[in-house]
């Protein structure tokens, strides 16, 4: 037998000088693995923070018009280089050389050692970058993350499926000859937040406005019109559908505007017809079409579809091919992740990436696999285990999982501990998709639960909620919605919370379906919620309803659309713990008398609803916190209101028929703190037809002393109250007199959001703003000022007086004749001008000569980011050389119908060959329409530098004759590429030249994806040589009835090179039409190459040749054969 024992003493020196050569690889394997761990909590953490950020940055540009700090940029930019940096060495570090044991053998100390030193170096970057975010200034107004931010943006960085379908759906909607598109998937696939992304491309880049509506099962037309009118600026006075939707369709129709309908979660067909969206089945391109193998199409018209596209989403694609009656569209399948991928994006935002071994990154692999792909139960699941360090709480949330997809939101909500998140969520679930903020205020004040919590005021349950709904876009179970007022909530978790209630005694809920039973009497007496929507509730129910006690019953929740149905007037006397009453659409004429047995009521909402002359009954509801009547027809408020010394929040806007407010009804409401009348025509003591004085006065205002929020329109400034009522306000919207809609939406005020200071002015002949101390008190603090009519004003700075304005952010002056300047005292000092300005909006100023002609202190217009002009007779430029210091971080300049302008920038030039540097290095999209004296957009002699301008269109400027002057670029030492994408140059007769000039080559435009020429008669060329050469990201071309075009591709009046090799790899779409001199595409023998080419349309150009006289060295495609065969129209 072997001796074993004295083995292991032979063995020992063996053994110890194994250890001296181990050792110091134990001792770096160690820290190795820590440091990759903390490496990959840092770069999840960053991904977290800039998905944050860059999020917000999208709403604030596109919703909010805020403009966003250049060192944002910047940090978002470093960000985006270190998760590209991190992706490229994790390659390295997952290797077979870096693992610890990978196909049976140790990692080479060497290798982990430079390892280990590149990822310190990326550790050290990622802290710096998440300190700055934590402690600059700029980044506080960031709000947190929803389920969509943490999940949308996540895979299109990592899946390349999602970057593939995304960009099938963008090349589809530039298509002119489609109208409507379809993407479909299961439910939690991630069809909506993908639409979102594209969105934001097509918004950016395509159309002048996007739209995206949420349908559902039963769509409410009337809401869905709202949304449409909303998003495009329009107020809908119709009260029928019919007529709503033919003032929609009339708008959509514009010829002006391309316009992108998005139609969310279809259940079912809709009749467009109803919505007012414009829609004809004519589909010239039926679903085969879109076969690669398609290569060319001849066209009897040129398609350009300028108007109304559709793109709708659906979990069934049957539903959406109903729709269309059969007929062909191009549809998208949005799949599930594969495995692999749900793996990944599940370790990742649980933040277990980095320890293979543990028990942790074990179980995260097993519920990965459970979600089945579904990236919203991935979300949910991960961020409600990833701050659960308590493994046996992962191991009981894995045994309890489920093929059912609302189980992952209900393990959620079990994990949330405060039950004030818990009724929070419940309460955002009957609250049906992109539910106002506002609305879940008054919810949570009429229940009453934050009250327990020492909140007593309308201003503390604002800051409340606002911090419930960001604890719960944190665990996913909320999701941000199309603007920043609201919140919205996915389907699948809805559902969940749906069975939550239902399940705990909690709710009774039907929605936009017949109910034809009811539960028995005992479960009724259980629940503390009842809430019906749109089914058909009858007389017969309501019946068995009333003769029911409610026991516990605190909300009852009533939408109708039926004006037949009738409430028995002994219907609450069975509800008298109810806090919350809601009815919608209902007949009330008259109020059920029974109303009066809810003592305990806090929150009553009768809102487009019919309500007859007996309303006094309310006076005895003296627990009332909140009372909203919006939208109701009513003459008058009872004067028994003023017995509601309670009352919070009152709400009578938007009452067409309110005339009459008692007086002293409003100064009786001691507790009031928010106050909306707006668009209600309530005649005011001493206005016309009330001279009797029956009615309230504004001076009542005045005795609120707890109001901070007041929505309002008085016809009358000399009615404005003296008094310090406007002082003492947070919030407002006030309108001075009649503000009707004006034709051109984008100079109507923007909505006001929440703690916005709104104010529209329109002045009566002879009338001084300043005057009334009220308004100077208003000017003070406003934010958002919309000026009409201001009489005989022609320096608006200086005869308002507006040096002391300097908290405005948007400015509009709109319909004024005498206004000749914005800023004009040549002879004063410097002035200090709009310090916080954001966007200016000036519309019809007839007269206007100039913007500014002042020299301005630093500090002047430094925030400006947007100027819109339009229909400003006399101006002859826009900026000047006093100006452009300050103006040079704009983004957005769009100037139309000023008939007069002869250049954008004028700048003083002594010398015509010194070069001035003009710098619009934040410039993102650049438009100039009807400007029929327009000769270029600056001075000879000067230069601009446009950094980040990426869209450029010019149309209908008769006199213009070059769009880009290069000439100077090689002066100044400008090198390097444009951000330039998209280019459209439409009705410019006298245009000669797209680009002017070769600038020796330092210029590059590498990022140009879209071009459109349309009726350039002069034109001969599209894009000389230097232009051409490095297109590798054109997607688009277009040109259309240019007479004098002779080739696409010109070397000018250079020497002919042959031999040019043209690749374009990513063009999709070229369509060419009525071009009757057009012989080639480039003059010299060249090699052409369009490989992804598959929408090709020719048509009207008899003279195209298919080939120069010399034969390229190398022949083109066999697509561009077909391009430029012969072809003649008949």
């Known amino acids: 037998m072997m001796n074993f024992v004295g083995l292991g003493f032979q063995a020992l020196p063996l053994l110890k000088s194994g250890l001296r050569f181990l050792r110091p690889l134990l001792y770096k394997l160690g820290p190795y693995e820590i440091r990759v761990g903390e490496l990959a909590k840092g770069v999840n953490n960053l991904r977290k923070v800039r998905n944050r950020v860059r999020r917000k940055v999208k709403e604030e540009e596109n919703q909010n018009v805020r403009p966003i700090d250049h060192e944002v940029k910047e940090w978002l930019d470093k960000a985006d280089k270190i998760l590209s940096d991190y992706k490229k060495l994790r390659v390295d570090i997952d290797g077979p050389c870096a693992a610890w044991w990978s196909n049976g053998y140790i990692a080479k100390h060497g ?17 710096g970058l998440l300190e700055k975010a934590k402690n600059d200034k700029f980044f506080y107004w960031f709000g947190p993350s929803s389920s969509d931010a943490d999940f949308d943006e996540f895979w299109y960085e990592w899946f390349e499926s999602r970057i593939q379908t995304m960009d099938s759906i963008i090349a589809t909607l530039q298509d002119s000859n489609v109208e409507t598109i379809g993407v479909f998937g299961q439910k939690g696939v991630g069809k909506t937040a993908l639409i979102k992304e594209v969105d934001m491309v097509v918004k950016r880049d395509m159309f002048d406005v996007v739209i995206m509506v949420n349908v559902t099962s039963h769509p409410d037309i ?56 414009p829609f004809e089945n004519n589909y010239a391109m039926k679903a085969q079409e879109y076969d690669a193998s398609s290569l060319m199409k001849i066209e009897d018209s040129p398609a350009s579809y ?22 062909g569209i191009p549809t998208f399948s949005v799949e599930a992740l594969t495995e692999k991928e749900a793996e990944t994006m599940f370790k990742t935002m649980a933040e277990v990436i980095g320890d293979k071994n543990s028990m942790f990154e074990k179980l995260a692999s097993q519920i990965a696999k459970q979600c089945d792909g579904l990236p919203m139960m991935i979300v949910t699941t991960a961020n409600a ?46 609250m049906g998709h992109d539910a106002l903020i506002t609305d879940l205020v008054r919810y949570c004040i009429g229940l009453g639960f934050l009250q ?8 503390e349950a604002r800051h409340k909620v606002h911090w419930l709904i960001r604890k719960l876009k944190e665990s996913s179970l909320l ?58 509730i009858t007389d017969i129910m309501m019946k068995f309803l009333e003769s029911t006690s409610f026991l516990k019953l605190k909300v009852f929740h009533l939408d109708n659309k039926d004006s037949r149905l009738k409430i028995p007037d002994n219907f609450f006397d069975g509800m008298k713990e109810l806090r919350v009453l809601i009815l919608i659409g209902i007949d009330l004429s008259p109020l059920p008398s029974s109303i009066e047995c809810l003592q305990k009521l806090r929150m009553l909402c009768l809102e487009q609803c019919k309500l007859g002359k007996h309303l006094s ?19 008058s408020l009872p004067g028994e209101l003023k017995k509601l010394a309670k009352l919070q929040i009152l709400d009578v806007s938007n009452c067409f028929k309110l005339e009459v407010i008692p007086a002293n009804v409003m100064s009786s409401l001691a507790s009031l703190e928010e106050l ?51 002082d003492k306000l947070d919030s407002y919207k006030i309108i001075l007199r009649d503000f009707n809609a004006y034709p051109v939406w984008d100079f109507k005020m923007q909505e006001t959001s929440e703690s916005s200071r709104y104010l529209a002015l329109l002045l009566e002949k002879g009338f001084n703003i300043y005057h009334q101390k009220e308004i100077r008190r208003l000017l003070r603090r406003v934010e958002i000022l919309l000026l009409g009519q201001i009489n005989d004003v022609e320096d608006v700075f200086s005869e308002l007086n507006f040096e002391g304005v300097t908290h405005l952010k948007h400015l509009s002056i709109v319909n004024n004749s005498k206004v000749i300047s914005i800023i004009n005292s040549r002879n004063a000092d410097e002035v200090k001008a709009f310090p916080k300005l954001e966007s200016l909006f000036l519309h019809n100023l007839e007269n206007m000569e100039h913007i500014c002609y002042n020299r301005l202190i630093d500090d002047s217009f430094h925030r400006l980011r947007i100027i819109k002009l339009s229909l400003c007779g006399k101006l002859k430029s826009v900026f000047t050389c006093l100006m452009i210091d300050h103006f040079s971080k704009f983004e957005t300049i769009e100037v139309s119908e000023c008939y007069s302008l002869k250049e954008i920038v004028w700048l003083e030039t002594q010398d015509i060959n010194e070069v001035q540097e003009i710098k619009f290095t934040e410039l993102r999209s650049l438009k100039l329409q009807s400007l029929y004296h327009l000769i270029r957009f600056y001075t000879s002699g000067t230069s601009i530098e446009e950094g980040e301008l990426f869209h450029e269109k010019v149309t209908n400027c008769k006199s213009m004759k070059e769009i880009f002057d290069l000439k100077d670029c090689g002066k100044r030492g400008v090198e390097g590429m444009t951000n330039l994408q998209n280019v459209h140059v439409e009705a410019l007769p006298k245009l000669e030249h797209i680009w002017n000039k070769d600038p020796k080559g330092i210029l590059k435009f590498k990022n140009l994806r879209k071009i459109w020429v349309q009726e350039c008669l002069h034109l001969d060329h599209i894009f000389p040589v230097f232009v051409a050469m490095d297109l590798e990201k054109l997607e688009h071309l277009e040109v259309w009835n240019c007479g004098q075009l002779k080739e696409i591709v010109s070397n000018g009046k250079t020497n002919i090179m042959s031999n040019r090799s043209f690749k374009f790899p990513k063009l999709t779409t070229a369509r060419f039409w009525k071009l009757p001199n057009l012989k080639c595409f480039y003059e010299g023998t060249h090699e052409l190459s369009c490989s992804a080419l598959n929408n090709l349309s020719v048509e009207l150009c008899p003279k195209l040749e298919l080939f120069r006289k010399e034969r390229p060295t190398f022949l083109p495609e066999k697509v561009l054969i077909s391009l430029f065969a012969p072809i003649h129209s008949s």
């Open 111 to 127: 290798i982990r050692r430079r390892l280990t030193g590149e990822i310190n170096a990326i550790i050290e970057r990622v802290n």
């Open 222 to 277: 009337r809401s869905i019109q709202g949304t449409i009118a909303g998003s495009l600026g329009m107020d809908l006075e119709e009260e029928s559908e019919s007529g709503r939707a033919a003032r929609i369709w009339e708008r959509l129709k514009n010829p002006k505007e391309k316009i992108l309908i998005i139609l969310d979660d279809m259940r079912m067909k809709l009749d467009f017809n109803k919505l007012g969206i």
């Open 306 to 327: 300028k108007g109304c596209k559709i793109l709708m989403i659906s979990d069934d694609k049957q539903v959406l091919l109903s729709q269309m009656d059969g007929k």
């Open 385 to 430: 285990l990833k701050n659960n360090k308590n493994i046996a709480e992962w191991e009981i949330f894995y045994r309890n999982l489920t093929a059912r997809p609302e189980l992952y939101a209900k393990l959620s909500y079990g994990l949330l501990k405060n039950h004030e998140l818990r009724q929070t969520f419940l309460i955002c679930a009957s």
């Open 452 to 459: 327990l919590h020492g909140i007593d005021t309308v201003r």
């Open 479 to 536: 999701s941000d919605s199309f603007s920043s007022d609201r919140f919205t909530m996915h389907d699948i978790i809805r559902d969940a919370a749906e069975s939550i209630a239902s399940d705990e005694m909690y709710a009774f809920a039907v929605k936009n379906k017949k109910l034809d039973d009811w539960p028995d009497t005992k479960s009724l007496q259980s629940y503390t919620t009842i809430s019906l929507h749109h089914c058909g």
């Open 617 to 635: 009954i309310i006076g005895e509801l003296e627990n009332l916190r909140v009372l909203s009547l919006s939208g109701s027809r009513i003459d």
């Open 676 to 726: 909306y009348v707006g668009n209600s025509p309530i005649k005011w003591k001493d206005e016309e037809g009330n001279k009797n004085g029956e009615n309230a006065s504004l001076s009542e205002l005045g005795q609120l002393n707890h109001l901070t929020t007041l929505d309002i329109q008085i016809k009358k400034i000399t009615h404005m109250a003296e008094n310090a009522l406007f």
